[in-house]
């Protein structure tokens, strides 16, 4: 019996590959490379000495992705697959709602319909909209500004919807805090195509020399020193909250929402200091106008994960910026030579 893994090729869905494979479990991989590359899964197998099967296949191609389920025994999903930049799912809405939603009722049917009604999905802190406070819990009120949230909170809704109608489905949703940082070995991080729209990967462009200076998006916001805070997770961690859920999933059904997250926020200028500190290069920087749609603050209480998945973040914020910049500076292109 085998985890179908979606998105597997991309940033936490490789190093969560990672973490199920040194645990010696069976995983089939599907990716359709729209922002990700197959280098990465390469280094997936350098890594832990271990195999997979793999399709390219695109969630959206329904008849395709059947086959991935008649050529092999699926128990469960984790579904990463998805697009997730903000500001492009403003200006191209329709290719986000049917990438993210399409493909996640064409997964959903065929989970069913092979009777593997277990399924761990990947949401996100911006299902919170703009916290009445902090730290979050998990039974927070939800809102969204953009269509990327959107399609999380209605992937969120179907999910829960489901499991209503068929009791035998076990849903696990976690929502992601701020993933940062890469595999301690340097071999698989982040690989933004273009300009990086989040913050630790343009530090690290920053501090290898890609590029010449850091803009901070405000400095007038309410906390303590006017930037933003935000709470930044090893992305090792969340992989391996992954590996918790999945084996909660195994042992219940119903639905059940998580934090992922540290409980503790960091400010950019924290995490400017905090890489500087932590690999002994210079990231210069300028304060510029805010962001549209940035929050002050965020972060997470992670009490629920501790307690019910038993999962805890072990990482802290100084391993995060020294395998960051480890990732950054042996690949300065990213899985491309
Ligand atoms: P990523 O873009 O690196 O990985 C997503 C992968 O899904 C990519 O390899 C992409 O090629 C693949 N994909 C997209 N649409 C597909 C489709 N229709 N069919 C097949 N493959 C498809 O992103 P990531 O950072 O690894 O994020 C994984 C998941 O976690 C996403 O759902 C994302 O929305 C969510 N998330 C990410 C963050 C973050 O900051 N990285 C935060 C919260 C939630
Ligand atoms: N920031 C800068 N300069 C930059 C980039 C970011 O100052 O060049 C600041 C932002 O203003 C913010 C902080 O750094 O205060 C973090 O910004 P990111 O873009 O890295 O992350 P966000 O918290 O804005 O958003 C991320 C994901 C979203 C997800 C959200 C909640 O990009 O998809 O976390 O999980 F929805």
Request: hydrophobic share 35%; glycine share 8%.
């Amino acid at each position: 019996m085998a985890i179908l893994i979606t998105g597997g090729a991309g940033y936490i869905g490789s190093h969560t590959m990672v973490e199920f494979l040194t645990a010696g479990r069976e995983l089939v991989v599907v990716d359709n490379f729209m922002n990700s590359k197959p280098e990465s899964l390469r280094r997936v197998k350098e890594i832990t000495g271990k195999d997979f099967r793999f399709y390219e296949v695109d969630l959206l191609d329904r008849d395709k992705l059947e086959k991935v389920f008649l050529e092999n025994e699926i128990e469960a999903c984790i579904h990463f697959a998805g697009l997730k930049a903000v500001g492009e799912s403003c200006e191209k809405p329709l290719l986000y709602y049917h990438n993210n939603i399409t493909g996640t009722l064409n997964l959903c049917e065929l989970l069913a319909k092979y009777g593997a009604k277990r399924i761990v999905f990947s949401s996100s802190a911006t299902v919170y909209g703009k916290p009445a406070s902090v730290p979050i819990t998990e039974d927070f009120p939800t809102s969204t500004t953009n269509p990327y949230g959107e399609t999380k909170l209605m992937i969120e809704r179907i999910l829960a919807d489901l499991v209503k109608a068929d009791p035998e489905w076990s849903v696990s949703v976690l929502r992601y805090f701020n993933p940062i940082g890469a595999h301690p070995s340097g071999r698989i991080g982040e690989d933004p195509q273009g300009i990086p729209n989040n913050l630790l990967p343009y530090v690290s462009q920053v501090a290898t020399g890609r590029r010449e200076f850091l803009s901070i998006f405000g400095d007038d916001y309410a906390t303590h020193d006017g930037t933003g805070v935000r709470d930044y997770i090893h992305v090792v961690d969340l992989a391996r909250a992954h590996l918790s859920a999945i084996e909660y999933a195994e042992k219940t059904t119903g639905i059940d929402y998580f934090n992922i997250g540290t409980g503790v926020g960091y400010s950019v200028l924290d995490i400017v200091h905090a890489y500087e500190t932590a690999t002994g290069a210079k990231v210069p920087y300028r304060i510029a106008p805010r962001r549209p749609g940035d929050i002050d603050e965020c972060y997470a209480n992670p009490e629920k994960a501790a307690k019910v998945l038993g999962w805890r973040a072990e990482y802290g914020l100084e391993e995060m910026c020294r395998h960051a910049y480890g990732w950054q500076s042996q690949n300065p292109n990213g899985y491309d030579k």
